[in-house]
């Protein structure tokens, strides 16, 4: 084939290559911008649908696999929604937030283990979103009641309104003091001593219990009875 023929093809090829890619691009960004608008008024069976078309036309557009990832998650489609965030998570887009949803991801599914590390490796100044919650129940679920009231109390601070970790607080106090036997002559929780108990009351802030607890061991009262709050 001569060299001008050649040239010719290569250049006819390229012109083509390029449409399409054009075209593809144009594609996802529709489908994209279709699925945002469904995701914004919580549509997310639909926006699903359009999130994986745009994808299914550019792979590598990370903001359609985020927001099918979180679609999955709403619509309780969990394998699903950890594969996307999963693959997110290689490429650090949204990692905070990709990060927080694999936590709870992990916690849904029992792995609490590995909800512990990845709501722990949030850690700022301020909470990304509601971690600081989740981090407390997998904390109590986990068997780290002290742990659990001490973050539970740190999310009541930020957002005194979240009525899940005042009611969560609450159940793992109960859950703390329950154990709790009182005889004339000592208080006894199983498997603390004295010193533990009071430091743990501190710890959780149940003051009155604590100061008691102190009096006690100091004078050796016994004539009040050990009431709860």
Same mark, same amino acid.
């Given at each position: !084939?001569p060299?001008?023929?050649?040239?010719?093809?290569?250049?006819?090829?390229?012109?083509?290559?390029?449409?399409?890619?054009?075209?593809?691009?144009? #594609?996802?960004?529709?489908?994209?911008?279709a699925?945002?608008?469904?995701?914004?008024?919580? +549509?997310?069976?639909? /926006?699903?649908?359009?999130?994986?078309?745009?994808l299914? #036309?550019d792979?590598?557009?990370?903001?359609?696999?985020?927001?099918l990832?979180?679609?999955?998650?709403?619509? +309780?489609?969990?394998?699903?929604? +950890?594969?996307?965030?999963?693959?997110?998570?290689h #490429?650090? %887009?949204?990692?905070?937030?990709?990060?927080?949803?694999?936590?709870?991801?992990?916690?849904?599914?029992?792995?609490?283990?590995?909800?512990?590390?990845?709501?722990?490796?949030?850690?700022?100044? /301020? *909470?990304?979103?509601?971690?600081?919650? %989740?981090?407390? #129940?997998?904390?109590?679920?986990?068997?780290?009641?002290?742990? =659990?009231?001490?973050?539970?109390?740190?999310?009541?601070r930020?957002? *005194?309104?979240?009525? +899940?970790?005042?009611? @969560?607080?609450?159940?793992?106090?109960?859950?703390?003091?329950?154990?709790?036997?009182?005889?004339?002559? !000592? @208080?006894?929780? *199983?498997?603390?001593n004295?010193?533990?108990?009071?430091r743990?009351?501190?710890?959780?802030?149940? &003051?009155? &219990? =604590?100061?008691?607890?102190?009096?006690?061991?100091?004078?050796? !009262?016994?004539?009040?009875?050990?009431?709860?709050?």
């Amino acid at each position: !084939m001569p060299d001008k023929s050649r040239a010719c093809v290569v250049a006819l090829a390229t012109a083509l290559l390029t449409v399409q890619l054009s075209s593809a691009s144009d #594609s996802a960004q529709e489908h994209l911008g279709a699925g945002l608008k469904l995701f914004e008024v919580e +549509r997310y069976s639909e /926006a699903i649908k359009e999130l994986r078309l745009a994808l299914e #036309s550019d792979s590598g557009l990370s903001e359609a696999q985020y927001y099918l990832a979180v679609s999955c998650f709403n619509e +309780r489609k969990y394998l699903e929604a +950890r594969e996307h965030f999963e693959l997110l998570l290689h #490429s650090g %887009y949204q990692k905070d937030w990709v990060t927080y949803y694999l936590g709870r991801l992990d916690l849904a599914a029992g792995h609490l283990d590995s909800a512990i590390r990845r709501f722990e490796s949030l850690k700022r100044p /301020a *909470p990304v979103t509601d971690e600081l919650y %989740y981090l407390g #129940s997998a904390l109590m679920k986990g068997g780290k009641a002290a742990q =659990a009231a001490v973050v539970l109390e740190r999310q009541i601070r930020f957002n *005194p309104r979240d009525f +899940r970790a005042h009611s @969560l607080l609450r159940a793992n106090k109960n859950s703390l003091f329950a154990g709790i036997i009182w005889r004339p002559d !000592m @208080l006894i929780r *199983p498997g603390l001593n004295a010193d533990q108990l009071c430091r743990l009351m501190i710890l959780t802030g149940w &003051w009155r &219990w =604590a100061c008691y607890l102190v009096s006690f061991a100091v004078t050796g !009262m016994r004539s009040r009875p050990f009431v709860r709050p």
